[in-house]
């Protein structure tokens, strides 16, 4: 059974630096062929892609967020941490993590947590 | 910013059949990439409804499905049910690599 959970503050202060941490279980990011990604939604709004790594240690950025974003993973704790640096009001948003699946969808989410911008 | 356009929202009676379009571009669904198709709930993570265009996850019901051409693609939802009130998105893919989505439709059963 695969799951996946973020984990992070729920508030931060613009200019600060967000770090979330996905959990994950039921599959390795060791094996070949599998990828990690990182999702936002603001409210009301569309959902965005943020970020993905893979197995091999690949990685790879949106072309609007790419300088603020970094990606990594630690594969003996079963987690992918993402920083986004110099956080505005608009990066308000659910933020997801979610594995990248057959044919490049999304076929496991996770329950996601809201991050706020605010001084 | 989406990349893929969709309508806003779209309604129908119980039972009846209601489509929802995606529009992209030569370098997305017109390239040949996949479109997939989420089904979000509110207050919920979206779940995935349609992968590769018009292949159903098991325990999607039949009553979903979608189909692509050119540089489009459309869900489809017959025999309406007052679970399938959501939001709806599409999702497919550039060269970049890039990962894109719909606007999102919001399917009302009236």
């Known amino acids: 059974q695969v799951t996946l959970k973020e984990s992070g503050p729920a508030l931060v202060k613009p200019t600060q630096t967000l770090t979330l941490t996905c959990t994950f279980s039921?599959?390795?990011?060791?094996?070949?062929?599998?990828?990690v990604s990182w999702i936002r939604q603001p409210p009301g709004k569309a959902l965005e892609w943020l970020a993905r790594i893979d197995w091999d240690d690949d990685k790879f950025y949106s072309t609007s967020l790419k300088t603020r974003l970094t990606i990594s993973k630690d594969t003996s704790k079963n987690q992918v941490v993402l920083t986004m640096t110099n956080m505005d009001p608009v990066d308000t948003a659910t933020y997801y993590c979610?594995?990248?699946?057959?044919?490049?969808?999304?076929?496991?989410w996770g329950q996601g947590t809201l991050v706020t911008v605010s001084s | 910013q989406s990349v893929l356009t969709q309508p806003p929202s779209v309604s129908g009676a119980p039972g009846q059949r209601v489509t929802i379009s995606c529009t992209g571009s030569?370098?997305?669904?017109?390239?040949?990439?996949?479109v997939h198709w989420y089904q979000q709930l509110p207050g919920t993570a979206p779940k995935l409804l349609i992968y590769g265009n018009s292949n159903r996850p098991s325990g999607v019901p039949d009553r979903f499905s979608g189909s692509k051409s050119g540089t489009s693609a459309s869900l489809a939802i017959t025999g309406l049910q007052a679970e399938d009130e959501a939001d709806y998105y599409c999702q497919s893919y550039d060269s970049s690599p890039n990962y894109v989505f719909g606007t999102g439709t919001k399917v009302t059963v009236l």
């Open positions: 039921g599959f390795s990011l060791s094996t070949s062929g599998m990828r």
């Open positions: 030569s370098s997305n669904i017109g390239a040949g990439y996949d």
């Open positions: 979610a594995r990248i699946g057959i044919r490049n969808s999304v076929d496991y």
